[in-house]
Nanobody
Framework: QVQLVESGGGLVQAGGSLRLSCAAS????????MGWFRQASGKEREFVAA????????TYADSLKGRFTISRDSAKNTMYLQMNSLKPEDTAVYYC?????????????????WGQGTQVTVSS
C-alpha cells in the first residue's frame, strides 16, 4: 500500500508562488505515474498535472500551462508542483495521486492511491 503525504500548502497573495511536495512511502514509487489534482469548495476534483514514472513525460490542464510545473525526484521518493503567478481561483485543496502504471492519465478514476490533501489559499 502506497502512502502519499502532501505538504507545502498555505496562504499566499495573488501573484505569489508556492511549491507543493508529495512524499511517497515506497521505493516502488519510481515505477508509478503520478498526478496532482485539486478540489475547490463545492466543486468536483479536477486534474492539474501528471508525470510519467521516469519524469520524461508530463501533461497539464490547459488552463494551467505556463504557470504550474510538475516534477519528481525518484531518489527522494518525492513529487513536486511548482505554482507561480497564483490567482484567487487557484484556491483549493491540492491532492497528489499515484497509479500502478507507468503511463500518465488525467482522469481521477485512473489513480489508485491518494494523499490527504493540502490547502492552498490565494488572497486577492
Amino acid at each position: 500500500q502506497v502512502q502519499l503525504v502532501e505538504s507545502g500548502g498555505g496562504l499566499v497573495q495573488a501573484g505569489g508562488s508556492l511549491r507543493l511536495s508529495c512524499a511517497a512511502s515506497e521505493r516502488t514509487f519510481s515505477r508509478y505515474a503520478m498526478g496532482w489534482f485539486r478540489q475547490a469548495s463545492g466543486k468536483e476534483r479536477e486534474f492539474v498535472a501528471a508525470i510519467s514514472w521516469s519524469g520524461g513525460s508530463t501533461t497539464y490542464a490547459d488552463s494551467l500551462k505556463g504557470r504550474f510545473t510538475i516534477s519528481r525526484d525518484s531518489a527522494k521518493n518525492t513529487m513536486y508542483l511548482q505554482m507561480n503567478s497564483l490567482k484567487p481561483e487557484d484556491t483549493a485543496v491540492y491532492y497528489c495521486a499515484a497509479r500502478r502504471y507507468t503511463s500518465i492519465r488525467s482522469s481521477v478514476n485512473e489513480y489508485d492511491y491518494w494523499g490527504q490533501g493540502t490547502q492552498v489559499t490565494v488572497s486577492s
